[in-house]
């Protein structure tokens, strides 16, 4: 996988069999995540929907008809960073880049939205999730 | 981690307890040590919620060792350290504030009669450096704030104490991303590990005074680099209190205020990277005690201190098949 074909379908398709495949979403009471959340890249808007642990659908454009508890937003570059088998500082992993964006005002950082109570009540599964792109997108580090 | 233990080995590591007065209360507070006792006295604080295990592999550095008698200790209500059995404690939240924090430093050196102490602490015991130099600067030899800063807002969040959350992981992965993802994984994980041990309340209670009691921005003039040199030395990955803040920080205080950045390394460097922290504290160290001759470099890397890094693995775990 290299960064030019970042979030294709064969990407996302990719990505959700690195999260289903993860033994850390198995364990520790991860494999109860069951939150939808969306991720933004730029103008761009997928659906991640979860079911104890594992990706069940990944939707492109959810409309009113689709349920979530919260998302992250940030623009293509930064994604892109966020991805990278090691990852620039403030962008390698989403407390830190949201931090940098609503606590400092910076631009060019991943910032949380939604419902923090459900975020905190499954950050580490869905800290994991995301941190699991960048092995995704890196063939699970080479 | 490069050290390797056969089956019998005992780590030259003691503990006992000191008792330590504290506002008035008489606290059990535990304390682990390595080095001659006639080494250089070199007392290290944990970070928020932490105890003294983050500085094992500081305590088991055969060099370091020889020359510095390497004290670390838990903060009462950290650890081992058990909360005061004269007070009903259970009835309030635990909060840390800037004057019990330097009191309770100040009072486990007096209690352990530390001559002449190199004072080192991380985050919230980073920061602390700045009220030890402007309250207490004839305590100690030199201050070392690692991930050290003037102000370190936004970290004070409820979430980190409530009981519909699970406090046990989230206090500890609200830090994951504090340190640098280049870190060996089994150091990091052994962070998190560490964090999870974290009694109710207490993270949180820390985090008082490192987000909201703790603010030198309008006041670096009043702290006291000329009679006690301070080291601020912040992580290239620390996104709370960022190399930049440190430099900031130093040119604020101004004369004997040194800022170094440390390359590829975050926020809890001695626990983290404890390979790579241990060959930069030594040069930094070697400073303190007048045994280097150049001065500091502003940015040590890995290269300069002879760390080669293990490959880059953010999260590198294969897919199974």
């Known amino acids: 996988m290299t960064e030019t074909s970042f979030a294709t379908h064969e990407w996302w398709e990719s990505f959700k069999e690195t999260v289903n495949d993860d033994d850390e979403m198995k364990v ?21 929907r979860m079911d104890g642990g594992q990706i069940s659908d990944i939707t492109p454009n959810p409309t009113m008809n689709h349920q979530w508890s919260f998302g992250v937003e940030g623009d293509r570059e930064a994604w892109e960073e966020f991805v990278q088998e ?14 940098r964006s609503a606590v400092r005002n910076e631009d060019g950082h991943l910032q949380l939205t939604g419902d923090n109570k459900r975020i905190f009540q499954n950050l580490r599964a869905f800290q994991r999730t995301l941190d699991l792109m960048r092995v995704a997108h890196n063939n699970g580090g080479t | 981690m490069t050290e390797t233990h056969q089956h019998g080995d005992v780590e030259p590591i003691t503990g006992k307890y ?21 080494g250089i ?3 290290c604080q944990h970070t928020a919620g932490n105890n003294c295990q983050e500085w094992r592999h500081l305590l088991t550095d055969e060099n370091l060792t020889e020359d510095f008698r390497i004290i670390a200790h838990d903060l009462p209500f950290h650890g081992k350290s058990v909360p005061p059995t004269t007070q009903q404690w259970w009835t309030e939240d635990y909060t840390m504030t800037a004057k019990r924090f330097t009191e309770t430093l100040v009072g486990i050196a007096d209690a352990m009669d530390l001559e002449d102490p190199i004072y080192m602490g991380s985050s919230m015991g980073g920061n602390i450096c700045l009220e030890l130099a402007d309250w207490y ?82 006041k670096l003039d009043q702290v006291n680099a000329q009679e006690c040199p301070l080291y601020i030395v912040n992580g290239e990955y620390d996104y709370l209190t960022t190399p930049e803040d440190g430099r900031q920080t130093a040119e604020g205080i101004g004369e004997g205020a040194t800022a170094i950045e440390m390359a ?5 460097p001695m626990s983290e990277h404890p390979d790579l922290f241990n060959a930069y504290i030594t040069e930094i160290l070697a400073d303190v005690t007048g045994d280097r001759d150049e001065d500091l470099p502003d940015v040590m890397t890995p290269d300069d201190v002879g760390i080669e890094l293990h490959p880059p693995a953010p999260a590198r775990e294969k897919p199974a098949d």
């Not at chain 2, 000191?18 to 006792?37: A, L």
């Not at chain 2, 500890?172 to 590990?193: D, H, I, N, V």
């Not at chain 2, 590829?264 to 809890?268: L, P, R, S, T």
């Open chain 2, 41 to 43: 006295p070199l007392l």
């Open chain 2, 18 to 38: 000191v008792h330590v007065e504290i506002e008035g209360v008489n606290h059990r507070v535990y304390v682990e040590e390595n080095g001659p006792e006639d």
């Open chain 2, 137 to 218: 600067p004839d305590r100690f030899r030199a201050l070392i704030g690692l991930e050290c800063g003037a102000h370190s807002p936004g970290f004070y969040i409820d979430w980190l104490d409530h009981p519909q959350v699970n406090t046990t992981e989230v206090n500890a992965y609200a830090c994951w991303g504090l340190m640098a993802p280049q870190s060996p994984e089994q150091a990091r994980r052994e962070t998190m590990y560490l964090y999870e041990q974290g009694a109710t309340g207490v993270f949180k209670g820390d985090l008082y005074y490192y987000s909201v009691d703790h603010d030198y921005r309008d």
């Open chain 1, 28 to 48: 520790r009471g991860h494999d109860k995540f069951n939150e939808n959340f969306y991720i933004d890249i730029g103008d761009e808007r997928v659906l991640i």
């Open chain 1, 86 to 99: 090691t990852p620039p500082a403030f962008n390698h992993e989403i407390i830190a880049s949201h931090y």
């Open chain 2, 264 to 268: 590829e390394i975050g926020h809890f």
